[in-house]
């Protein structure tokens, strides 16, 4: 069940009614919980046993983590439940990528060895609630948060179906405060979620699968080097489509919980107005981002141990980020780029300071472009399917190919116009948000607004469809 499909409005309408019903707030959130189950099961019921395992046990963790004052017993316990997730997540997500590793590696000394192939499913939204239930955990041993006291609470917080399986991430004192009194949205804040719902499977359906999706696939889909425009040509798409995919997602999350009352962080800033790598990842899936910086970089070390310490956390960081994201050494070297930006990027700034004033104004634009640039060359590794691929297009981009009419005319000006429009739009919003924008509209505006968006969904409704890229992370 996906938000750009009829099953999930049908769902999400009888939800609706459940949560408008004069039930007692507990039994309302025992409904959200059902559904919530549901929503998951309809990909795949016995993955469902796995998210009770995960629930079930950094509850009781967590409980007991705020029981004991034995400090020793208190840390082991912690790192029994951390073992126990990233041992989930090694086993569904990483078993394949490790036993062909660990064959490459043995080869280079000599040793045969071949694998056993494993037939693995990745579950759906795995690496997502491990890092709810793993923030409750972590945050209760510092003893930043109380263990909570209700389980019917904890089981929303951790399975809560607008973003159970594509984020965003939630952390425990964002989400778990507002289980306490009855939510109920507001008629603005239900007629703003909706509209964020509407923009959010717009952006999917008509901007991520009909506009950027085919000419992403259609460039790195092919087998041999692409001319240098289509190579470009496909890079923009990509940037486009994972853009308004996952924004897409995201947007539909916050908009979905909003009608139910519940407000959830926002995930994307405008990324592709950023200027510099610490502002893309300030801009960029931030729960994540923040997530990696609270639970990896800081403890870590952060940049509280010296300049060489800090490029290794800042490296070792995005790495592991990088590998989060998918099993394959193209996701570590995506993230080891991001590493290597921010490193070079902090030293630029220790080494000649942070422009500011008149010269920060000058630098701004070149900068964002400079970003973008940089962001699209390791798009090519997140999106090809091996390294052959990847040098491919790579070299197809800047060292150039005779291959050429890869690309149709009408496809490039449409790839060209709207990813100008999009950095344009993301520029002259980089400092404000929907909502802000939303409030300077007249509610015609915004009804004429509305309108043409299911208008136009209306008519591409059996057009392209697929699934959420971020889905299969």
């Avoid at 060489?308 to 070792?316: A, E, G």
Wanted: proline fraction near 4%; aromatic fraction near 18%.
């Amino acid at each position: 069940m996906v938000f750009n499909s009829i099953s999930f409005f049908i769902f999400f309408a009888v939800v609706l009614i459940l949560h408008h019903m004069p039930f007692p707030w507990n039994v309302k959130k025992f409904n959200l919980l059902i559904a919530s189950y549901i929503f998951y099961g309809a990909w795949n019921p016995p993955f469902l046993f796995l998210l009770w395992f995960v629930n079930l046990l950094d509850w009781f963790v967590g409980s007991a983590l705020g029981r004991l004052q034995n400090e020793r017993l208190r840390f082991g316990l912690l790192m029994f439940s951390l073992i126990a997730n990233l041992g989930l997540l090694a086993l569904f997500k990483y078993s394949s990528f490790l036993l062909d590793s660990a064959s490459v590696l043995l080869a280079w000394f000599g040793i045969a060895w071949s694998p056993p192939h494993l037939e693995v499913v990745l579950p759906i939204g795995i690496s997502f609630y491990t890092f709810h239930t793993m923030a409750y955990t972590i945050d209760v041993y510092r003893r930043a948060v109380q263990p909570w006291k209700s389980f019917l609470d904890f089981g929303v917080y951790v399975a809560f179906f607008p973003q159970l399986v594509a984020g965003p991430i939630l952390r425990v004192k964002h989400f778990l405060p507002q289980c306490l009194t009855p939510r109920r949205a507001t008629p603005r804040e239900f007629s703003w979620g909706l509209m964020l719902l509407s923009l959010g499977v717009f952006g999917k359906v008509i901007l991520a699968d009909w506009a950027f999706g085919p000419v992403a696939d259609e460039v790195f889909s092919f087998s041999g080097r692409a001319s240098t425009l289509d190579a470009w040509t496909g890079v923009l798409a990509f940037s486009g489509q994972i853009y308004f995919d996952f924004a897409g997602y995201s947007l539909c999350a916050i908009g979905t919980a909003l009608c139910l009352g519940f407000v959830v962080p926002q995930n994307f800033n405008f990324p592709y107005a950023a200027v510099g790598f610490s502002d893309f990842w300030k801009r960029w899936h931030i729960s994540l981002s923040s997530w990696l910086r609270d639970y990896l970089y800081i403890p870590l070390g952060g940049n509280r141990k010296g300049t060489k310490r800090t490029y290794v956390n800042l490296m070792l960081t995005m790495l592991l980020g990088g590998l989060w994201h998918g099993a394959s050494w193209r996701f570590v070297i995506w993230g080891g780029l991001h590493g290597s930006y921010l490193a070079v990027e902090k030293f630029i700034q220790e080494r000649f300071g942070a422009s500011a004033g008149p010269a920060r104004t000058l630098w701004m634009i070149p900068g964002a472009l400079l970003t973008y640039l940089l962001v699209l060359v390791t798009w090519v590794f997140f999106r090809a399917q091996d390294m052959a691929a990847t040098g491919h297009i790579l070299g197809a981009m800047f060292l150039g190919s005779e291959h050429s009419n890869l690309c149709s005319g009408s496809h490039i000006q449409r790839v060209m116009a709207l990813s100008a429009g999009l950095l344009v739009f993301s520029w002259f919003m980089r400092e404000s948000s929907l909502a802000n924008l939303a409030g300077r509209l007249r509610w015609w505006m915004i009804s004429i607004l509305l309108a043409a968006l299911l208008l136009t969904l209306f008519l591409n409704s059996s057009g392209d469809s697929r699934g959420f890229i971020y889905f299969q992370f």
